[in-house]
């Protein structure tokens, strides 16, 4: 037979659990971010403060959640055949593709040392980027171009690790100028070149879609680290080497 001090114990435990599990699995995300003071900005990545199993309750929450903005908008969900699950499809388009660069770890990167120690220019690109920006959630889809100065030290990474680093990145709610910043970081921690160039060009549909509706505009911006930044004939190679169009 168990005491009272037991049973209160047991009582308080079975209390917090039940309390625990009505807590919205984003209240949890959220609290273990504050507690770590750690940044959760539109572009900042949480997969570290998720824990197994949470991401698929996340999807259901923001499931629900949609689900009463589609109310809100006085769309017959019940009725129209249309719209009878859109809520889900929204919520799994966000969590699982478009958002995913938020909620997960970044892709595996291999790398290799520089044993021929090359220190001649290579260009990746261009690479399709898909986006959306954190004003809006409308989409940016555009195409960026990677420019690496290796030396001696220069870890080396697949081409195609590039383009998935870029994706990673790219699946939040971003602005461009951000975006090509936190990309050219990422790279130069990965591979520690003596310069790296990223040109981006991009179509915001926030532009397109809405607002002036203009559908030719376009956004061009660039990074230059080490040696681009150093050197006007090296940039200026860099710049005429990429095929941009338009």
């Known amino acids: 037979m168990k005491t009272l001090p037991e049973l209160s114990t047991a009582s308080a435990a079975s209390a917090v659990a039940a309390d ?70 929204v919520a799994k388009m966000y969590i699982n593709e478009v958002f995913r660069g938020r909620y997960v770890q970044g892709p595996p990167i291999t790398e290799f040392p520089n044993a021929e120690r090359l220190n001649e220019l290579m260009i990746v690109g261009p690479i399709t980027v898909r986006s959306a920006c954190s004003h809006h959630f409308c989409p940016v889809v555009g195409k960026l171009w990677i420019g690496v100065m290796p030396n001696e030290r220069t870890n080396v990474i697949g081409l195609s690790k590039y383009a998935r680093l870029a994706e990673w990145i790219m699946g939040r709610p971003q602005i461009q100028e951000e975006a090509v910043v936190q990309l050219a970081d990422l790279i130069q921690e990965k591979t520690k070149p003596d310069g790296l160039a990223i040109v981006m060009e991009a179509t915001h549909y926030c532009m397109a879609w809405r607002g002036v509706k203009d559908m030719d505009s376009k956004m061009i911006n660039s990074v230059m680290r080490g040696v681009f930044l150093k050197d006007v004939n090296l940039r200026r190679e860099f710049l005429a080497l990429i095929p941009r169009q338009g």
């Open 20 to 89: 625990d599990a009505g807590t919205p699995v984003s209240v949890k995300i959220r609290e273990r971010l504050r507690a770590a003071r750690h940044r959760f900005n539109a572009n900042d990545n949480i997969a570290d403060f998720i824990e197994p199993g949470e991401l698929e309750k996340l999807l259901d929450e923001v499931e629900h959640k949609m689900q009463g903005v589609l109310d809100s908008m006085v769309i017959d969900t019940e009725s129209d055949h249309n719209t009878a699950n859109t809520a889900r499809r």
